[in-house]
């Protein structure tokens, strides 16, 4: 059974564990071909012989989304219990959750986790960029946007045989990552003022803290959920500024939970008013009512 690119497949080795996409294939008479894989559900890129890979059909490719919807439906579920009725006052008010600017290198789950903010009520600026590519143009799209949290995210990996996990050099994309940390920091060193979210499959922790994010993955190197980034951003953004975001309360909104991500204690990022505003902005001409 001939493999090629855009194919579902999972790598024998590991009993079809994680199911992944074909990206590309490199040709090699000698030792064999290599495909470059990336997670459908997981923010993982690894590469295998094509020898190893199987091709996995439908019913498996749609089992597994199955299995990571019920375990997000179980965390929405003990999150809707805390919610309450807005009494006729609260009616009166407004939402201004935390502006966001979300770098991603997988453009299929850029537009699954700009959904999650539209869904939210969250203005958020998507840009699919390749995260060895990210630190250069991180500078330039937060002094453009001034957003109030940035996430850089896409995939990563231990690369094989990697013995040493305290190198940068062990992961496929980690010091990406740590280069757009540092490059947002330049900009907005304060931790406050800019939360910066950051990492995917496997990253190094470590380094991304020292670099200056607020919250990173992989504290145990395991693997993330694609849309975790994205939970742990919306339960910043919508939390109000005069509380404190922890990692156990990351932890809750995730589905790799705190051995997927983890950081250190954050100001939250959403602001309420009140009144409503009644009309909108026009420059010149008559308003128009909200």
Known sequence: MSIKCGDLVGRKSYGCDVIF???????????????LLKGVNVRLIADSPISDLVKVSEEEVEKDRETFARKEKKIDKKKSKKGGRLSRQDSNKFSQPGKVLHLDGDEDYLELCMKEYKKMGIKAFGYMVKETEQHKHVKRLIQEIRP???????????????????????????????????????????????????????????AFLEAGANFA??????????????????????????????SEEISKVTICGIKGIGGIETRGKHRGGAPKPRYRLKLGGDADAV
């Open 217 to 246: 993955s992989s504290p145990d190197r395991i693997l993330i959920h694609a849309l975790d980034p994205v939970k742990a951003c919306i339960k910043i953004a919508m939390t109000p500024i005069n509380k404190i975001v922890t």
């Open 148 to 206: 109030d949290i940035l996430v850089v995210t896409g995939h990563d990996g231990l690369l094989k045989d990697s013995k040493d996990l305290s190198d940068i050099n062990s992961y496929r994309n980690s010091l990406g990552f740590m280069l757009s940390i540092k490059a947002a920091r330049e900009i907005q060193p304060s931790l406050d003022e800019l939360v910066i979210i950051a990492g995917a499959c496997q990253s190094h922790y470590e």
């Open 21 to 35: 996409k074909v990206c590309h294939i490199e040709e090699n008479r000698e030792e064999g071909n290599t495909a």
